[in-house]
């Protein structure tokens, strides 16, 4: 807690992450016990179990900073955008976080890292072209916000997993055979049925690991971190209607690091419910105006105040100036 009473709240993140371990150690097994459970190949498995600890916890964030092409800017490139995260880290009595910038039209933004000392805030081109900073400030509480309720190791070792998971059933169908199934030994053919179950089982992990909850959590976090919700509500009514016009385009990369990003990067007819990490904005800005008013002193219910994301009053803002 800092001089101005503001409190960094976990929500047992660090136990989340120790699950998460667990659980891909555990499903590793199991796939070794499925495929023969022969002393001579156990080694195989335990190595791909370290090698997947170590790679995820020291390079999920690299992995998502090179997944969005991004590059580290420094405070004389982007000044404004330096002064937003300095201000509000100083604020959470926490250490400021690298930050870089990803040259994509889409606009988003994602924390990543292993702890808030190896920490990196992204946002893509798009945001601070759409964004004024007013809005910006009010992403970048969110962000920061995940960053210090150690949300970001949790989410990239996450997406990894059900990565490596779902990789472990195609090596398997190689390990099995050549591609004619009527060819392929036994591994092919559980590894025929093990692809088609693990790609479910990677997004249940991502619903585990990265809950709508989280998101909730955050806004509302990162909202008292600036003191303003209605500055978030208003950039996550903008971010909607911005990727809309202007989606990520959809591949394994962007995929990887789409669940850690502040908004879903993809067009609605390229999310499925299933893979559906980010609570609808509607009942986010909902919420955040719902705050707002609490501040306020504002009955909640009363006034003009209403929900719809038609009824947000920033149109008129100016974008976000790097210089």
């Known amino acids: ?32 016990f499925l495929t ?3 002393t001579g190949t156990l080694w195989i498995y335990i190595a791909i179990g370290l090698g997947s600890t170590f790679f995820t916890y020291w390079f999920s964030d690299r992995l998502a900073i090179a997944s969005m092409g991004a590059r580290e800017v420094s405070e004389q490139e982007a000044p404004a955008l330096y002064r937003i995260v300095r201000e509000l880290s100083s604020a959470a009595g926490k250490p400021m976080p690298r930050i870089y910038i990803a040259p994509t039209a889409s606009p988003n933004a ?43 190791l949790t989410s990239a070792i996450a997406s990894a997993m059900a990565t490596v998971i779902s990789y472990l059933g195609y090596a398997l169908m190689w390990m099995g055979g050549d591609r004619d199934e009527r060819n392929s030994g036994p591994l092919g053919a559980i590894g025929a049925v093990l692809t088609m179950i ?7 992990l991502l619903q585990l690991a990265i809950s709508r909850t989280r998101e909730y959590d955050a806004d509302e976090d990162g909202s008292r971190l600036t003191g303003d919700p209605e500055a ?13 016009r202007e989606p990520l385009a959809k591949n394994q990369r962007t995929e990887a690091v789409s669940s850690m990003m502040i908004a879903s990067p993809f067009s609605g007819k390229d999310v499925s419910r299933l893979f559906s990490t980010h609570p609808p904005t509607a009942d986010r800005i909902a919420r955040l105006r719902q705050m707002a008013a609490q501040m306020q002193g504002i009955p909640i219910g009363g006034g003009d105040s209403g929900d719809s994301m038609e009824s947000l009053p920033w149109d008129d803002a100016q974008p976000y100036q790097q210089h």
């Open 232 to 244: 978030l509500a208003s950039a996550l009514y903008h971010i909607e209607n911005g990727v809309q």
């Open 198 to 204: 693990l790609a479910p089982i990677g997004a249940s």
């Open 36 to 38: 023969g459970a022969r």
């Open 110 to 152: 994602f924390a990543t890292g292993r702890n808030e000392r190896h920490a990196a805030v992204c946002c893509t081109q798009g945001i601070l072209d759409l964004l004024n900073e007013r809005e910006l400030r009010g992403v970048l509480g969110h962000e920061l916000m995940h960053v210090y309720n150690h949300d970001i």
């Open 1 to 32: 807690m800092t001089d101005k009473g503001f409190k960094v709240t976990g929500h047992m993140n660090g136990l989340k992450t120790t699950l998460l371990f667990a659980l891909m150690w555990a499903i590793v097994m199991l796939i070794w």
